[in-house]
């Protein structure tokens, strides 16, 4: 189970954590972060760790950009934490 430190508990609601992404980016240009959050928070709201970001759009040389840090992601999976499906189809 994930231990939070009380200022994260002031804000939390009940639900659980969950892997998703999280936009960013401007009109035109999308760019996601690939983060850990409360279930219950709004999709670009408040999170509790960034674990990686992903560019969707195709660079110079025709490539889907994603950078991703695996051991914060293995914790998170390890604390219980769930995988959103546009998440789990990335991995």
């Not at 996601?32 to 674990?51: C, F, M, P, W």
Request: proline share 4%; aromatic share 6%; with cysteine.
């Amino acid at each position: 189970m994930v231990q939070l430190g009380s200022g994260l508990l002031k804000g939390y609601r009940g639900g659980h954590v969950v892997i998703r992404f999280a936009l960013g980016g401007c009109t035109n240009r999308p760019f996601y972060r690939i983060v850990a959050a409360h279930s219950r928070r709004a999709r670009d709201g408040k999170y509790l760790e960034q674990l990686g970001c992903l560019d969707p759009l195709p660079n110079a040389h025709g490539e889907k950009v994603a950078g991703l840090n695996l051991e914060r992601l293995r914790h998170w999976l390890g604390c219980g934490a769930q995988l959103s499906r546009p998440a789990e189809k990335l991995l």
